[in-house]
């Protein structure tokens, strides 16, 4: 191929893998999560959540400050919620015999893989861009200042979290080169990666600049001593962080990116193109004869089975529904089938680690099992939830699950089967938490089990993949356990041994979230008879 010739090739599969993106629901969902976390990062004045801050400071919502601002919260949050948004693009084509096409092609390896790279970069820089426009528009709406420098605004995006997001575009695409982080265990994983990088890429030693965040935290610094002094906190924080009494304004117009900053940025882009290219010393491109990447994978709890190749395109497959069998026996055999499904091809290690859960919830003392316990018992099937309402899509079994003569019982019944996974392994807490006549610990925990399984079912419904599930639930599992009590739907904040979040408000939560699941599944399925 000529230069011209590769770039154009380069240019239209990107451009295509791009506009695919795009239109999925789970872009949709985690760009409308950036805009909020712009909203965040630069809150009412009389705002108790923050994003940045300087102990009990903040700068004055000037275009440096803003654009800094929110620039740090948009790399925080992309690379986490982002890697999850472009991950599944090979997973894609292998699905809808794109890949096979391409593995019949010419094209090289190095070709395919850096137009998915491109692609990924592309969908997390457009977040970027609406995050971006966000700010201008939080600016003027706080109205502290209205002189807009477009300059100060938008430099730090371009210079701090643009080449963030390249290095999450490799990574994604790194990860579904490798077999082991194919499925939801890499999904796990990069959670991990990214709770490290974000508390480690905000220190002014971290590689390649880490967040950006070190200059402009000395540089703020330097003017808040200069307006007030040394007296007080100067701590710098980045994250959400509830607080006491809203923060107090002083002036800062702003730094000027240092030389060797600048390169380092370079190097970190420099770095995550070669972290993409670098598949291509085992990539198979989707060729049987050569190995995809799907090759020696272990299944993963939440990885869907390959749709065979007779099987028609779910589209296609429209079965006439056949007449209700009423009555509680019926119902009864559902929900067994349901949980049989929901846990199917789950590993014995797994069953084992949630048996050692459990006997730690019924030896070790109270305030350990609400407080440890609880949480891990429901972290650790993530990626069972997220197979709720998503499974029969990933399958290809949609159109034949569509000739059952009851919807709404197999959806309840779906539901039902989250309830009694969460609940079973959620038995030792209980227990413990009755024998002690906890019973506002006992309403928690309740909710709880209600809430998860209605989260799960609905994203899976409206999204019609797993992800969106491991991309929500994490983060707000996290938060719980770093004592946020506003979002505790577990019951393990605790003040004075009582739960401190707003107990009363999940399962009225989790009851309008099914509410939601069932009108969703009614209105997709009006729209496709």
């Known amino acids: 191929m000529t230069a011209l010739r590769l770039l154009r090739t380069l240019a239209g599969l990107t451009a295509g893998d791009f506009k695919d993106r795009v239109r999925r629901p789970v872009h949709l ?11 965040l990062a630069v809150p009412p004045a009389d705002g108790r959540w923050v994003i940045l801050a300087l102990g009990e400071y903040r700068g004055t919502y000037t275009s440096a400050y803003v654009g800094v601002a929110t620039a740090l919260a948009g790399g925080l949050w992309l690379t986490l919620g982002g890697f999850y948004v472009v991950r599944k693009g090979l997973a894609r084509d292998e699905e809808t015999r794109v890949g096979q096409i391409l593995a019949a092609t010419p ?16 969908v997390l820089a457009s977040m970027l861009g609406v995050l971006a426009v966000t700010a201008l528009a939080l600016q003027l709406v706080r109205g502290e200042d209205r002189g807009v420098d477009p300059v100060a605004l938008f430099q730090p995006f371009l210079v701090m979290a643009l080449p963030l997001l390249a290095l999450t575009a490799a990574a994604a695409l790194l ?11 890499g999904n796990a994983a990069w959670f991990c990666v990214a709770l490290v990088v974000g508390i480690k890429g905000q220190s002014a030693d971290a590689p390649f600049g880490g967040f950006g965040a070190g200059p402009a935290a000395d540089s703020l610094r330097a003017a808040l001593s200069e307006e007030f002094g040394k007296a007080g906190d100067h701590t710098f ?4 962080t509830q607080i006491p009494e809203p923060l107090t304004p002083f002036r800062w117009d702003g730094f000027t990116f240092g030389g060797d900053f600048l390169v380092s940025r370079l190097l970190l882009v420099a770095a995550a193109v070669a972290l993409a290219l670098l598949p291509a010393l085992w990539f198979g491109r989707h060729d049987p004869t050569r190995g995809g990447p799907a090759d020696g994978a272990s299944p993963a709890a939440d990885a869907p089975a390959p749709v065979p190749a007779y099987a028609p395109p779910p589209a296609v497959l429209t079965l006439p529904r056949t007449a209700a069998e009423r009555g509680g026996r019926t119902f009864g055999r559902l929900l067994a089938g349901e949980v049989r499904i929901l846990v199917g091809g789950v590993s014995p290690w797994w069953w084992a680690v949630a048996a050692a ?37 990933e399958h290809g079994m949609e159109g034949l699950l569509g000739a059952y ?23 030792a807490p209980l227990l413990r938490m009755a024998f002690a006549a906890d019973l506002p610990g006992l309403a928690a925990w309740l909710g709880g089990v209600l809430f998860i399984p209605s989260l799960a079912l609905l994203l899976g419904v409206v999204c019609r993949t797993h992800r969106v599930f491991q991309v929500v639930y994490l983060p707000l599992w996290y938060l719980v356990v ?48």
């Open 29 to 39: 969902v985690v760009l409308l999560a950036a805009v909020g976390l712009g909203c």
């Open 107 to 122: 094209a090289r390896t190095v070709l395919l893989l850096a137009a998915k790279f491109l692609s990924n970069f592309l």
């Open 175 to 185: 990860f579904e080169t490798v077999p082991v982080l194919r499925g939801g265990l």
């Open 237 to 240: 924080s980045l994250g959400l």
């Open 357 to 393: 859960l459990t006997l730690a919830g019924l030896t070790l003392p109270l305030d350990a099992v609400t407080g440890l316990v609880l949480p891990a018992v429901w972290i650790w099937p993530v990626l069972v939830w997220s197979r709720l309402g998503s499974l029969p899509v």
């Open 405 to 427: 003569p009851a919807p709404r019982r197999r959806l309840l019944a779906a539901w039902g089967s989250g309830v009694v996974l969460t609940a079973v392994l959620g038995v």
């Open 482 to 529: 770093n004592q946020v009590a506003a979002l505790d739907f577990m019951g393990a904040v605790r003040e004075a041994g009582v739960p401190a979040g707003p107990t009363p408000l999940f399962p009225l939560l989790a009851l309008l979230l099914l509410g939601a699941t069932f009108l969703a599944a009614e209105t997709r399925r009006g729209l496709t008879i």
